[in-house]
Structure formats: structure tokens, C-alpha cells
């Protein structure tokens, strides 16, 4: 065991600067594949490349620089597979601040993740940048969406098995109401429509989805419009293998845009121990291809075994 | 500074226990050893004595003491008993089953606590309401006080003590364009009152008096009637000084006819702990009276016992003057009704 930590802490320093060793870091993926107690001790043990700030762990700010200089995919993959997952979260929901990742990356972190995790991403937030992350969407982001997006991202749902049905009925009636007598642009800040979705559970939410799409004989998202934020959202809560999966899709279009090709990225690492399953079958179904064949069509080398490792193939 | 004072040597949660068990025997109760005994432990010793209690009685203790206690008696002696963010949630339930603009329980819950003890009541919210605060808050508010309650209410800010002088600058200047059009729900006020943290606050405050020669509170007295003005000056005060807002609301509690004891008793058992000492001090600055000696003066009986108890660090003064007859007639029904709830609750039925 201590070998192991001690070849891969070598692989992560690099050769006294002629590279660094990436069989052995891919061979780590594999080894400690849904052990995050194992990366925890590697990570307290690292104490050249991780830290603490109080109880939140973070990487060092100089590896990160250093890092970027040396950027290669496949390294972006080590360190946020060895990242505390609050840590993850909160660099991504930053990038967005600035401008360099779409928005819809606040909604998937603020819809996706339990109610615990997503108070663990806010406090790694304000440890790594000194602003709370509602205060900087609410700052940096001037868009119609951004009432709705602070809302999403300053919600600590109920994860408890109660719902109120007849509420949930009577919701998705005034949606239906709402959606009927709004413009489709002022959809996005409609009073009803950004407290029902950023306060209610996510068992709620998902029984008033259900609600409505008996009642107006279609689901919700088909009358949301042309508007991207309230459809991520609904997807992302209502039915997050299929926002994944889609999203991992687009990386593997033609001309898709640096972004887009990061989330594959992005939903790998941060799926991979949670539903990763259901991702690979809601793809298949999707879109008539297996995960694993397309990520072997189109990434190469130990991105592409590292990719493989983590879905679980 | 809290005013709580507990033993040197405290007995064990058993010990306790048995003399609580000791106070609830035979006919009437041991009022005075009650509040000897609960008023002189901190949160987590209160917490143990519950838990120990339940076990070895089989009986929740908080229903023990509903049995046995009433009025305003029972209902500070529950209240502080509980721990501070079950406290607080029931609180804001209590708020929200009834609600009216100019009750301020709300904004105190969302202003004059930590950002962790605000988020420890949000948790203890679900626990104990199976519904999460801000979706139980959206759905009973409306209009401006909506606007401005669901976000106070679920801000997580950063509690560091930087400040960015610049942006404090141009957030001022952006405070005072917005209450110079009387556009007070504007979207960029509220964002900055619920969203910063309370450092950078009172920066931005700070420059507003700086630059505009008068404080931001000053600015919002224009109609003394508008409550949701009441409720924004009510969030300032106790984000910069929570000491002289609980001094003023235990004040109106007192002054005139009459007594206003769930207000009184909120002060007390909410704020004991954190800073009663310095609300003491404030108080009788404003009216060189004392605040226990105030409380001596308008409450009787074991009521007054127990909130001097509570906010005296030294043994405990009773009043001997008249008992003074309250014109607000609280009942039994006031305390039970707050315990039937939490018995609803926590048994599920």
C-alpha cells in the first residue's frame, strides 16, 4: 500500500520536470475505482499538492498553476479524479463565473446533487474564493435566468419520503396556468415558476412533473419554450441519466466547442460513482451506441483508458 | 456576551433527570427546581438531559413538562429547553402557520444568526416539518415580503472578514439610487442585502453614511405605516447591531399597558446564550432601567422566576412588589398549542 501511494506521489511530481509518469496514474484509476476513503488518505498524505482549509480539502493553488501550463487531458482527468468531489464542484460552479463554462453547469450541480453535497460544494466555495457562491452568481450573472439560477443554487432541499400530493396536483395546474398566460420569454422569471422549482423536493417536483403531463396530456418540457434554463433544470430533477447522457453526446459531436468536450470530462468524473450505470443504459437507448464503443472511437491514449476505468467497463 | 451561567461542577445528565422526575411527583410541581436545574444548562447539556431522560423514563421530557407546567411559564421554559435550531425552526413555523408583515421572527431567524446556525435550522426545519423552510416560507408570503424573505432565508453567506472597499463603494451608491427612486424592492437591493456577507454589509452601510451624510436606515423611514420598510430597517439592525434591536424589542415588550411575553420570552431564551449580556447593556443605556429589573416589574409568578433565571449571572432576584395584572390574557392555550404542534410533529401522527 505504501508503495503504491509513494510510485503514484512520484508519478504526480514528474521526472524532475521531464514529464510525467502516466501508466502509473492510470493504473491507479483502476485500483482504487469507487474508494473515495483510499483517495481521502492519499490526498492527506500529499501534503505537497493538497491542503486543508479548516475541514475543507483542497489542491494547492501552485500545482494547479503548474499544471495548467503542462495541460494535457489527460492530467485534468488525475487531479479532479483525486479532488474532494465539494472541491470539484465549487472550481466548476467558478469557471462559470468567469465566463468560460456555460451556465448550464450551475444548473447540473445545483439539480443533480443531494441537498447535503451541494452545501458541501457552497462551503468549499467560500474556503477557496471568499465570496459565497450566491452572492457571485447573483453579482457576475445578469441574465433573465440568473433570479431562477440563484434561487437553484441557494436551495437545501427536503430529501425525505413525504410528499403532499394534493399540493403537487394543484402545482402542476398552476404551472400549466402560468405557462398558458406568460410569454414564453417571461417564463424564466415568473414568480410561481422559480419558487415551485427552487424550493419544493425533488420527490415533489418530480410527482408534479407526473401530474402535469396527465393532465395537459404532454410533458412539462415541451411547453417550456425555447428556454434553455427552465428545460435543463426540469431534466436535470426530473431525469438526471438523461441530461447526462445528452450532455456527453455533444462532446462527441462534430465541431463541438471546448466546453462542451470538457463535460464529457465533467460528467464522467463526477458520475462515476454514483449513477453510472444507469448513464451507460439510458445512452444506449438513446442513442443505438454503447458508452464504452464510442469513447474508444473518439479519445486516445490514458484519457481514453483512465475514461473506460471510470465507466466502469 | 451570554448571560447563562452554569455550575462549576455540573451533575450528571442522570443525576438530572432524577431530580426533574423528583419536581413532576406527587400533586403539584417543583416549579423552582425546574428552573434550577434547566436554566442552568448550556445546549448540549440540555440535549443530554433529553436524551438520558427518554431513555430512562420512556417519556419525552419536553411532554413530562407540558403536563406538568402552563401559560407563559411552560412556554419559556420549552422554548429554551429545546435546542436553539429546533428552536428557531419552531419559531418560524409558528410565524409562517400565522403569518402578518409586521412580525419580525423571520428576519431575526435569517439576520441575527451565524450562516452555519441559520443552515442548522434549515436542517432541523426538515426534520422536524418534513418540508424544506424556504418552500414552506414561498408558499405562505407573497409579493415584496416573498421577494425578500426567501432569499434571507436561504443564504449561505461567507463569514470571512474581508471586504472589498470598491465594490462596497459602488454597492453604496447603487443603494442609495435605489431608495432615492423609492424603488425599495428592487432587485439589486435585495441582492445585496441577502446575498453578501455581513462584513462587506457593513462596509457598504458604512460608505453609504460616508457618502450620503445620513445612515442607510434613516433613508427608509419615509412612511412610518409600511411594513415592508419596518422589515428592511428590521434585517440592518440585526445584521450591525443585534444587541440594540433585541434591547428595543424586549423594551416594546415592557413599556405601556401590559405585557407582550412571547416577544419578551423570545428575546430571553433565544438570545441567552449568545449575547443577552450585551442587550442588557443596551438597554439600560436607552432607558437607564435594568433590563431584569423591567422584567421583575411587569411579569409574576414562576414566569418571572424562570426569565430571571436566564438573564441574571448571579442568584436569582425575585420581585417582591404586586404581581401586575397582564392585559394580553395569555392562556394555557398559548404554550400548549406551540407543544401540541411539536408533539404532532415528532410523533407523526
Given amino acids: 500500500m505504501a508503495d503504491e501511494t509513494l510510485s503514484l506521489k512520484k508519478a504526480f511530481s514528474g521526472h524532475g520536470g521531464f514529464g510525467v509518469d502516466e501508466t502509473t496514474m492510470a493504473a491507479m484509476v483502476t485500483k482504487w475505482r469507487k474508494q473515495p476513503d483510499q483517495k481521502s488518505r492519499f490526498r492527506s498524505d500529499f501534503s505537497g499538492f493538497f491542503t486543508k482549509i479548516g475541514s475543507i480539502e483542497k489542491c494547492e493553488d501552485d500545482y494547479l498553476l503548474r499544471l495548467k501550463t503542462e495541460f494535457s487531458r489527460f492530467k485534468n482527468i488525475m487531479v479532479l479524479w483525486l479532488m474532494h468531489p465539494w472541491e470539484r464542484d465549487a472550481r466548476w460552479m467558478h469557471h462559470v463565473m468567469h465566463k468560460s463554462y456555460p451556465f448550464t453547469v450551475i444548473v447540473e450541480i445545483a439539480c443533480t446533487r443531494t441537498s447535503e453535497e451541494l452545501l458541501g460544494a457552497k462551503r468549499a466555495y467560500q474556503a477557496l474564493f471568499n465570496h459565497s457562491v450566491e452572492e457571485d452568481v447573483a453579482y457576475h450573472i445578469k441574465e433573465s435566468y440568473s433570479k431562477l439560477l440563484v434561487g437553484l443554487v441557494s436551495s437545501f432541499r427536503y430529501e425525505g419520503p413525504q410528499v403532499d400530493n394534493d399540493m403537487a396536483k394543484w402545482e402542476a395546474k398552476a404551472l400549466g396556468n402560468v405557462i398558458k398566460s406568460a410569454g414564453s420569454g417571461k417564463l424564466i422569471q415568473n414568480e410561481e415558476v422559480i419558487r415551485i422549482l427552487t424550493t419544493r423536493s425533488k420527490r415533489h417536483l418530480k410527482a408534479t412533473f407526473k401530474h402535469y403531463k396527465e393532465l395537459h396530456g404532454k410533458p412539462i418540457e415541451e411547453d417550456l419554450g425555447a428556454n434553455l434554463c427552465l428545460q435543463e433544470t426540469v431534466k436535470c430533477i426530473d431525469k438526471p441519466a438523461k441530461y447526462f447522457s445528452e450532455a456527453i453526446n455533444i462532446a462527441f459531436k462534430e465541431g463541438a466547442d471546448k466546453p462542451s468536450k470538457l463535460s464529457l470530462t465533467r460528467v464522467i468524473i463526477s458520475r462515476a460513482d454514483v449513477d453510472m450505470e444507469e448513464i451507460k443504459e439510458t445512452y444506449h437507448k438513446q442513442f443505438g451506441v454503447k458508452l464504452e464503443d464510442m469513447i474508444t472511437k473518439n479519445t486516445h491514449g490514458h484519457y481514453k483508458d483512465t475514461l473506460l476505468t471510470l465507466i466502469g467497463k | ?349
Fill in chain 2, 1 to 349: 456576551m451570554a448571560t447563562l451561567t452554569v455550575p462549576a461542577t455540573v451533575p450528571s445528565p442522570a443525576e438530572d433527570c432524577e431530580q426533574l422526575r423528583k419536581a413532576f411527583e406527587g400533586w403539584g410541581t417543583n416549579e423552582a427546581l425546574i428552573i434550577s436545574i434547566l436554566a442552568h444548562r448550556n445546549a448540549s447539556q440540555r440535549l443530554l438531559i433529553r436524551e438520558t431522560y427518554a431513555r430512562i423514563y420512556g417519556q419525552m421530557l419536553l411532554k413530562s413538562l407540558n403536563d406538568e407546567i402552563s401559560g407563559d411559564f411552560e412556554r419559556a421554559v420549552i422554548l429554551w429547553t429545546l435546542d436553539p435550531a429546533e428552536r428557531d425552526a419552531m419559531l418560524a413555523n409558528e410565524a409562517l402557520r400565522n403569518w402578518k408583515p409586521q412580525n419580525p421572527v423571520l428576519i431575526e431567524i435569517a439576520c441575527a444568526r451565524t450562516s452555519n446556525e441559520l443552515f442548522a435550522v434549515r436542517q432541523a426545519y426538515h426534520a422536524l416539518f418534513k418540508r424544506s423552510l424556504e418552500e414552506d416560507l414561498a408558499a405562505h408570503t407573497t409579493g415584496t415580503f416573498r421577494k425578500l424573505l426567501v432569499p434571507l432565508v436561504s443564504s449561505y453567506r461567507y463569514e470571512g472578514p474581508e471586504v472589498n472597499m470598491k465594490l462596497a463603494k459602488s454597492e453604496a451608491k447603487i443603494l442609495h439610487e435605489k431608495i432615492s427612486d423609492k424603488a425599495y424592492d428592487h432587485e439589486d437591493l435585495i441582492r445585496i442585502l441577502t446575498t453578501r456577507s455581513k462584513a462587506q454589509l457593513i462596509a457598504t452601510l458604512n460608505q453609504f453614511n460616508n457618502e450620503f451624510g445620513s445612515a442607510f436606515n434613516k433613508n427608509l423611514k419615509s412612511d412610518p405605516k409600511d411594513e415592508f420598510l419596518a422589515s428592511l430597517r428590521a434585517a440592518v439592525r440585526c445584521f450591525c447591531c443585534p444587541e440594540r434591536y433585541f434591547a428595543k424589542v424586549a423594551r416594546v415588550a415592557i413599556e405601556g399597558l401590559g405585557t407582550d411575553e412571547n416577544a419578551l420570552t423570545r428575546v430571553i431564551t433565544t438570545r441567552a446564550e449568545v449575547d443577552l449580556q450585551l442587550i442588557k447593556e443596551a438597554y439600560m443605556k436607552r432607558t437607564s432601567v435594568p433590563l431584569d429589573r423591567a422584567v421583575a416589574g411587569d411579569t409574576s409568578g414562576d414566569y418571572e422566576r424562570m426569565l430571571i433565571a436566564l438573564l441574571v449571572c448571579a442568584p436569582d432576584v425575585v420581585s417582591g412588589r404586586k404581581e401586575m395584572p397582564s392585559i394580553f390574557f395569555s392562556l394555557q392555550r398559548n404554550a400548549s398549542q406551540l407543544y401540541i404542534n411539536f408533539l404532532r410533529l415528532v410523533n407523526g401522527s
